[in-house]
């Protein structure tokens, strides 16, 4: 299904974006790594190639998502890579550990800047080419926070709320023009997501929390990801017993979850 397709992943150093690129790089697609850390993203190559890919079908393509005026030229790089972008999955972010009280507005800004607007600004960047070819696949990678209210993530929680809505209006815009939308909303997942969360200050977490250490192992993240697009599924979830119940008592018993929520934080 996606052999020979143009795939672009942020975050693909790290998590879950790494495990997506070993996922399509098996599936036989051109992949484009994206993230700020450029030996990171040859590791992550180096390894792909290590199982099987071909070195030219994968392309290191380093940016930082908050820097707007880069970006245009970044688009061009990818798009002459790959004749063309089939698929973004906008997968770069970070999360926060802090409560409201403690939060500078820095810190909220930022976490807006690369979880919202980073994805939003190359998404517009990519959206033409594909309204052009009449086909192409727009990603994000939201959250279960993007649907519950979780304590000590205020900033990360609204950000991936945003995300959701930009999304699910934008597939409202697309869908005519070929175009498919999906939002993946994992759980809990073993990576190095609240190591790299912010602090109030904006500062790193650097820790790794309960929940995460916990969580989904990445690799079988990535596989439910693959199934859910071969299967054309809009929304796509996956986590812990936990999560899934959080999403299902949002949907049907709210007030049951925030009286939950409430007692955790
Ligand atoms: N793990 C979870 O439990 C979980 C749950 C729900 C949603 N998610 C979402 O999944 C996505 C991937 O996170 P992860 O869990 O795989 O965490 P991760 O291991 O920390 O990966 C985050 C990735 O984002 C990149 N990134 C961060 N800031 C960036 C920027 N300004 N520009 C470009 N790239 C940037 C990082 O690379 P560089 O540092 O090299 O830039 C890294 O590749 C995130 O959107 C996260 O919110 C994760």
């Given at each position: 299904?996606?052999?020979?397709?143009?795939?672009?992943?942020t975050?693909?150093?790290?998590?879950?974006?790494?495990?997506?690129?070993?996922?399509?790089?098996?599936?036989?697609?051109?992949?484009?790594?994206?993230?700020?850390r450029?030996?990171?993203?040859?590791?992550v190559?180096e390894?792909c190639?290590?199982?099987?890919?071909?070195?030219?079908?994968?392309?290191v393509?380093?940016?930082?998502?908050?820097?707007?005026?880069?970006?245009p030229?970044?688009?061009?790089?990818?798009?002459?890579?790959?004749?063309?972008?089939?698929?973004?999955?906008?997968?770069?972010?970070?999360s926060?550990?802090?409560?409201?009280?403690?939060?500078?507005?820095?810190?909220?800004?930022?976490?807006?800047?690369?979880?919202?607007f980073?994805?939003?600004?190359?998404?517009?960047?990519v959206?033409?080419g594909m309204?052009?070819?009449?086909r192409?696949?727009?990603?994000?990678?939201?959250?279960?926070?993007g649907?519950?209210?979780?304590?000590?993530?205020?900033?990360y929680?609204a950000?991936?709320?945003?995300?959701?809505?930009?999304?699910?209006?934008?597939?409202?815009?697309?869908?005519?023009?070929g175009?498919?939308?999906?939002?993946?909303t994992?759980g809990?997942?073993?990576?190095n997501?609240?190591?790299?969360?912010?602090?109030?200050?904006?500062?790193?977490?650097?820790?790794?929390?309960?929940?995460?250490?916990?969580?989904?192992?990445?690799?079988?993240?990535?596989?439910?990801?693959?199934k859910?697009?071969?299967?054309?599924?809009k929304?796509i979830?996956?986590?812990?017993?936990?999560?899934?119940?959080?999403?299902?008592l949002?949907?049907?018993?709210?007030n049951?979850?925030?009286?939950?929520?409430?007692?955790?934080?």
């Amino acid at each position: 299904m996606f052999e020979s397709k143009t795939v672009w992943v942020t975050g693909a150093s790290s998590g879950i974006g790494e495990a997506l690129a070993h996922e399509f790089t098996r599936e036989g697609a051109k992949v484009i790594l994206s993230a700020r850390r450029e030996d990171e993203l040859k590791r992550v190559k180096e390894a792909c190639v290590a199982e099987g890919a071909v070195e030219g079908s994968i392309l290191v393509l380093p940016l930082d998502v908050t820097d707007e005026a880069s970006l245009p030229g970044k688009v061009a790089e990818a798009e002459a890579f790959g004749g063309g972008i089939d698929m973004l999955i906008n997968n770069a972010g970070i999360s926060q550990r802090s409560l409201c009280v403690d939060t500078e507005m820095e810190t909220y800004r930022r976490l807006f800047e690369v979880d919202v607007f980073g994805q939003i600004a190359l998404t517009k960047l990519v959206l033409p080419g594909m309204i052009k070819r009449k086909r192409g696949h727009m990603v994000v990678t939201a959250s279960v926070a993007g649907k519950v209210g979780v304590a000590q993530r205020t900033g990360y929680c609204a950000a991936k709320h945003a995300v959701m809505g930009f999304f699910d209006a934008l597939r409202a815009e697309v869908t005519q023009h070929g175009i498919d939308v999906t939002t993946i909303t994992p759980g809990f997942i073993r990576t190095n997501i609240a190591k790299n969360a912010l602090k109030g200050d904006g500062t790193e977490f650097n820790k790794v929390d309960q929940n995460i250490a916990g969580g989904m192992d990445v690799a079988e993240c990535a596989g439910i990801i693959m199934k859910g697009f071969k299967k054309g599924k809009k929304e796509i979830a996956m986590g812990g017993r936990r999560e899934m119940m959080a999403l299902w008592l949002k949907r049907f018993f709210p007030n049951m979850l925030f009286r939950t929520m409430a007692k955790m934080g």
